[in-house]
């Protein structure tokens, strides 16, 4: 069955440290990759989304991502991360269903950022 | 473009109580879905659709009702509350991508707080 897992579930790291949040998928073909963001007491927003072509991505807010085949691999980093990037962060796997297109989603992480 | 909105933000409603929980987009999007998220337990789809006039059901389907009339609006109806349904309950549309499979991604709205006594 298809799955995402993003295996830490709360993360904590100092301002201007590098982060790097992990995401691993279960899925025969090549995915659709997302990464949503989601500030306390609002909507997912969208960070960065991988279709095809390169394999690293860059996103909104000075993210990115790389898609890694051989490790169903889909982490998303930043090299120096800000107060405001504490929230939840979820990835998520399109699969093409028919007509449809449907979204897995990992269960988050939640990103602490320490001043 | 307002994007996607919900209402009520907040609602508290008591066991067996009916009510009717609002979404619309202003995107022209064929592709609205409804979301229940829970602690622990991520989003979860309750139902969707993929254009005015046909819905389906997601993973979570039981005690909700929806339907689509026009392009814009996307209704979810809870028939008879029940403290499991206690949620944050999220719209999302998106756009047919030329191929016509949805595009996927998803635009959300800002959510709905729902407590049920």
């Known amino acids: 069955a298809q799955s995402v897992t993003q295996p830490d579930i709360h993360i904590t790291v100092s301002e201007g440290a590098s982060l790097e949040l992990r995401c691993n998928y279960s899925?025969?073909?090549?995915?659709?990759l997302f990464w949503y963001v989601q500030s306390p007491g609002q909507g997912l927003q969208l960070l960065l989304k991988?279709?095809?072509?390169d394999t690293l991505v860059q996103g909104i807010k000075g993210f990115e991502a790389e898609f890694k085949r051989s490790q169903s691999s889909f982490n998303l980093r930043k090299p120096s991360v800000h107060w405001s990037d504490a929230a939840e962060y979820f990835c998520?796997?399109?699969?093409?269903?028919?007509?449809?297109?449907?979204?897995?989603w990992g269960l988050g992480t939640s990103l602490a950022v320490n001043p | 473009n307002a994007g996607v909105t919900q209402t009520p933000k907040f609602q508290v409603l008591k066991t067996g109580q009916s009510m009717t929980l609002q979404c619309a987009q202003d995107?022209?999007?064929?592709?609205m879905s409804w979301y229940r998220q829970d602690p622990g337990m991520g989003l979860r789809l309750i139902h969707y659709?993929?254009?005015?006039?046909?819905?389906d059901q997601g993973e979570v389907p039981n005690g909700y009702n929806v339907s689509r009339s026009t392009t814009e609006d996307f209704p979810l109806r809870l028939l008879s509350a029940a403290p499991s349904q206690t949620s944050v309950y999220f719209c999302?549309?998106?756009?047919?991508?030329?191929?016509?499979?949805?595009?996927?991604?998803?635009?959300f709205g800002p959510g709905t707080r729902l407590t049920v006594l």
């Open positions: 999302a549309s998106s756009y047919r991508s030329r191929s016509g499979a949805p595009e996927g991604t998803q635009y």
């Open positions: 995107m022209n999007h064929e592709y």
């Open positions: 998520a796997v399109g699969l093409n269903a028919g007509n449809n297109r449907k979204l897995i």
């Open positions: 659709s993929v254009g005015a006039g046909i819905t």
């Open positions: 899925y025969g073909a090549t995915p659709y």
């Open positions: 991988y279709f095809s072509g």
